[in-house]
C-alpha cells in the first residue's frame, strides 16, 4: 500500500513549452483573435491535409453547422447519418431546422453502413453526413458513389480523424483533402491535436469557402484585418446574417505547433495500438478494432468489444479500482433525453448502434501513455474479462 500508484487518463493532450510561447507570441502581438496566425495555420493545415482551402472555426460543431448551410440544408430537408457519435453530430443537423435520418452501423468498424444509406434517401434527402468514428475511416468510397448517383453533397464529420488516411484511387491521401466535398475537424483536447477548443473546415470548392469565412465573422463584407490595415476609411456592410464562429489568434498559434508534432503524435498512437492489437489476441470472446485495408486509423479512440457475459459497467468498475480510465462505447443521439423532443426518423434499426453503445469500451491512449502504463491496462483488462493474466 506503500507506494502510490499513478492513475492512467482516458486521454491527454501532448503540448510543452512550444505552444506555452507560441500562445505568448500571439498575445504579445496586439492582435489575439482572428488575424495572422489563424490565416498562417490556415494554410499549414490545408497543407498537411492536401486541401485547397482551409477554414478555421471555433470548434467542430460550428464547423458542421456551416458545411451543412453551405450545400444548402434548410429546414425540414433530411440529412442521412449516424445516431452513433457524439451528439454534435445530429445537433448540427437540427440546427439548420433538417431531420436528422439516422442508420446503423458496421458493428465491425463502428462507422456507418454504406448498404444501408440508399433505403434512407428521399425527396426531402439533401445531403449526406458521415463520422470518421474515432479516427477510423468510414467507407467514403461507397458512400460517395451513391451520393453522385443521386447527385447529393457528402460532408465528413472528421472530428477525430486528423492524419487519417484513406486508399484513394490508389494513392493513400489524408482525410480531409477532402475525397467528397466538405471535411470538418475538431481541436478538442479529446482529440489527437487540440487548440482548447478550435475546428476547421476543407474544402475544394472557392465559393464555400468564401461562404464560410463570411458566416464566421458576423456575415461582414470586409473582415477587420483588412480595415486595419486600410489606408483609406473603409465601412464594412452585413449582407447576410452571420455567426460568431471565429478561431482566436492565440489557438491558432497553438494549432501550428500541434500541427507540427502531429507526425510523431500519429507514430507513437499506432506503435501503442499494435500493441494493444498484440496484448489483448488472445482474450477469448473479446473483439479487436478492425482496420479496413483502405483505410489506416490515426487511433483517436482505441475501442473493443467485451466477450459475451463480461457486464460493462462492471469491467469498467475493476479498472477504475486499478487506476485505469475508460469510457463506454460511442453514445447514440437517438437515446438522449434532447432527442424525445427533437425530431429525427430511421430507416431499419439501430440495434448495432446500440449494441456498440452497450458492449464496447473506450481503452485509454494517448501519446505520452508509457508501455509500462499500457500493460497495466492490458493486465487489468484481462483480469477484468476474468481471464488469468
Ligand atoms: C468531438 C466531436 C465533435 C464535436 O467537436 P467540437 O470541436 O467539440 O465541437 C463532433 N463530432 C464528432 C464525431 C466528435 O467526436
Redesign the pocket.
Known sequence: MSEKIQNIPIAKPWMGEAEAEAATRAIMSGWITQGPEVAAFEQEFAAYVGAKYACAVS???TA?HLALLAVGVQPGDEVITVSH??I??ANTIRYCGAIPVFVDIEPQTYNINPLLVEAAISDKTRAILV?H?MGMPCDLKAISDIARSRNLPVIE?A??AIGSEILWNGEWEKIGQPQTDIACF???P??VIATG?G?MITTNNPEWDKQFRLWRQHGMSVPDTVRHGAKQVIFESYPMLGYNYRMTDIQAAVGREQLKRLPEILERRRYLARRYQEGLADVPGLKLPTQPAWAKSNWQSYCVRLPEGCDQVEVMQVLLDAGISTRRGIMCAHREPAYQREAWSCVGSLVESEQAQERAIILPLFHQMTEAEQDRAIEALKTACQIPA
Open positions: 470548434n467542430c460543431t458542421l457519435s457524439y454534435a453530430t463520422v468514428q464529420d472530428a477525430c475538431s481541436f478538442h479529446r482529440k477548443d475546428g
